[in-house]
């Protein structure tokens, strides 16, 4: 059982490219979430997923696109890369709201 | 404004002493807490988490938290620490009815032999 597998591990980008990271469970949950993490900030909500076909906005969206169109697969889309994007970035799944997630192990993205 | 708050950014401890690690939040009606813990290069492992009913709650790794409404806080304990402990520590928060995490800034714990 893989759990959450986020890919690649690390990732250099040049200021103004563009990129997806990829996020995939095997586990059959409906929820998924992406997360970045910068110091002494903690853990910030990007975007969101209850379902297939459904996605939302957390509190820092803004640079970043998601789509849903299997239970499986969550992408984050970087389109146009900036230095304020460097951080490390969590998804996550969960069977239910309440249940807690199940984080993958991050991808380190640099912008330069 | 709603927030979590960890008070302390980083706390150091002994081997085999006891630890209280601090969360409050501030919410107008209690929301689901959790708390996680983070390895370096690591991601995010769930130790426990409080619904609802007994206020003190066990988890893994010997860890347990206990819920006060009246104080609006939810620390973690642990009567003994291991060198393994090592790690950061989060407290999150999330509202009824609603999907996602709202974490705290995070608890560093050193573990000195």
């Known amino acids: 059982n893989a759990g959450v597998t986020q890919t690649p591990k690390f990732q250099v980008l040049k200021t103004g490219q563009s990129m997806t990271l990829q996020c995939a469970q095997d586990m059959n949950h409906e929820y998924m979430s992406w997360y970045r993490q910068d110091p002494g900030m903690g853990l910030r909500l990007i975007h969101y997923?209850?379902?297939?076909?459904?996605?939302d906005q957390g509190e820092v969206p803004n640079g970043y696109n998601v789509s849903r169109s299997t239970t499986e697969d969550f992408p984050l889309r970087l389109l146009s890369a900036a230095p304020s994007q460097t951080s490390v970035y969590f998804c996550?799944?969960?069977?239910?709201?309440?249940?807690?997630?199940?984080f993958g192990s991050g991808t380190r993205l640099t912008v330069v | 404004a709603q927030s979590v708050t960890q008070p302390d950014i980083h706390i150091t401890v002994s081997e085999g002493a006891s630890l209280e690690l601090r969360c409050n939040y501030s919410?107008?009606?209690?929301?689901?807490l959790f708390w996680y813990v983070q390895s370096p290069g690591q991601g995010l492992q769930l130790l426990l988490k409080y619904f609802s009913g007994d206020t003190l709650v066990q988890g893994i790794k010997g860890f347990e938290a206990e819920f006060k409404r009246s104080q609006s806080s939810f620390n973690l304990r642990k009567p003994s620490v291991h060198w393994s402990d090592a790690a950061e520590y989060f407290c999150?928060?999330?509202?009824?009815?609603?999907?996602?995490?709202?974490f705290g800034t995070g608890t560093r714990l050193t573990v000195i032999p």
């Open positions: 919410y107008g009606a209690t929301p689901y």
């Open positions: 997923s209850v379902g297939a076909g459904i996605t």
């Open positions: 999150a928060v999330m509202l009824t009815g609603a999907n996602n995490l709202f």
């Open positions: 996550a799944s969960s069977y239910s709201a309440g249940n807690g997630y199940t």
